[in-house]
């Protein structure tokens, strides 16, 4: 692992240790299935009315893989570096029942065999930890079954040029759609001198398909998946893209 990578787990372990405490208030969304937002559910209706075993890379704090229980998934096995999330995860889950199992890892490098899942579930803040979205994708690629879905909800990669002004939306002057990476700030998440990774939507969307997959949806969205302390900005109120969903599927001949 390298030092970047090191660093970044380091930061959403100490992030991770702060959820801890409101666990009781983690296991209570949990229960609804809330965080699997409504464009996400049209989108995968039939996938998962199939009853697919899931891969979830990146599970974080495993609050969708419940959720993707709930919405008819066999069984979500989660992947993340992070043993604090891990553990709190698999407490979550085991409480409520879900049928889902998680395994510390990195990605790449899960340690599962090829053509695993039925169905890959990533987003909602992935790909700005993947320093290599090449690798990243032949990953995707690798644990998918000739057939299955690689299905990606995330932050458009436009959404951290915005500012969070209430007036009007304004482009931050530190940031660059076609930067290479930039440091988390303090009062977003994880913070604690976290590095991100940018992509442009054109990279993601090419490593996709140069991982042998064939691209069937692709979604742009002006919601943000995600509002950091409930926040109101105007770069969120329907002018600007904040999310995208990308559907994509291996060859059922590969």
Not at 160 to 189: A, H, K, M, N
Not at 235 to 242: D, I, T
Request: charged share 25%; with cysteine; glycine share 8%.
């Amino acid at each position: 692992m390298d030092s970047t990578t090191l660093a970044n787990r380091a930061a959403w372990d100490k992030a991770y240790e702060k959820q801890i405490r409101a666990y009781d208030e983690m296991l209570a969304e949990a229960a609804t299935g809330a965080t699997l937002v409504a464009s996400e559910r049209e989108l995968l209706r039939d996938i998962l009315a199939a009853r697919p075993v899931v891969v979830h890379p990146q599970s974080g704090n495993g609050q969708d893989d419940i959720a993707l229980v709930q919405a008819g998934a066999r069984e979500v096995i989660g992947v993340d570096y992070s043993e604090t999330a891990v553990h709190a995860a698999q407490g979550r889950a085991d409480d409520l029942g879900a049928a889902c199992r998680y395994l510390i890892a990195t990605v790449p490098g899960v340690p599962l065999h090829d053509g695993c899942a039925d169905f890959v579930y990533t987003g909602k803040g992935a790909l700005i930890w993947m320093p290599d979205i090449d690798a990243w994708a032949a990953e995707m690629a690798r644990l998918l079954r000739p057939g299955g879905h690689l299905f990606i909800h995330e932050g458009h990669p436009a959404t951290e040029l915005w500012t969070w002004d209430p007036d009007e939306p304004r482009i931050r002057p530190d940031r660059s759609y076609f930067g290479r990476s930039f440091v988390c700030d303090d009062d977003s998440f994880p913070a604690n001198g976290a590095v991100m990774w940018q992509w442009t939507l054109g990279q993601i969307v090419t490593a996709v398909v140069r991982a042998g997959l064939e691209v069937r949806r692709l979604e742009e969205y002006a919601e943000p998946f995600w509002r950091m302390g409930g926040v109101d900005a105007a770069a969120f109120r329907g002018r600007l893209p904040n999310a995208f969903a990308l559907l994509a599927s291996r060859p059922a001949t590969s």
